[in-house]
């Protein structure tokens, strides 16, 4: 394993994934500023506490490998929503953050937009009421079809990720959002999904099941000037980090 990867260019997103497991690793805390730890200090839930700094870890890890900034030296603002912005590199970069139980994931494009989430499906929530209130009607006819509990919970959280990772590419808020507007269509053999009433604007989309139980869902789009590219072709590459050995394993590619 090394610190490489192919070129961040236009129509290809990169997403880094970070166990969430043990005890946060003093690699991991090098790669923390003094007001994150601050921050982190005044949560009261130790598995929060856990989850919080070891994702902005690899968010500052991640993003220092395309800017070349130093991990700490990395400067952030919020939009007025609350999404992230990097305003110290040189370049252009979208970038967005997430993590689950056991697993947090930064995904990172060269221009435009993206957004990933990572849920686990043995979650305790009453997927029912959620479905009722956020999907569209055809996602809620589908799940109401499926007659095995746990066939429903893996179907409702790949509409859930996929739902969650578009509103945070736009840099929008769960209740700012009309998700109900908006249905995913049921996958085949797990290919990337398809937006119903987006699709023309250019997002492209990628949902992958893993460690059994969870769900990464990816949404990307393109700069605006090249949102008319309706052929274009999302390259999706997936890498595990190692923060002991500052080292990455490829995963796994897909294309949308």
Known sequence: MSLATPPLT??????????LSGELSTALLAYITPEEKNRAATMQSEQRKK????????????????TGISPVDLRFEKTEAGKPILINAASEIAFNLSHGPRWAVCAVAAAGDVGVDVDCETRRNRIDD????????????????????????????RYWTLKEAYIKAKGETLNGTRLQEYAFLPSVHQQPATLLNATSDGWRFAHRRFDDDH?????????????????AVMQYS??????????LQTLTTCES
């Open 10 to 19: 236009e129509h290809v997103v990169h997403a880094w994934l970070l166990p």
């Open 51 to 66: 989850e919080w700094l070891a994702s902005r870890a690899l968010l500052r890890v991640c993003l220092s490998h395309y």
């Open 130 to 157: 959620i479905a009722a209130q956020y999907f569209h009607a055809q996602e809620q006819t589908v799940l109401v079809a499926i007659q095995d509990e746990h066939a429903r919970r893996r179907a409702f959280f």
């Open 215 to 231: 769900h990464l869902a990816l949404a990307s789009k393109c700069a605006e000037s090249n949102t008319d590219d309706s052929g």
């Open 238 to 247: 997936f890498w595990q980090w190692d923060p002991v050995l500052n080292a």
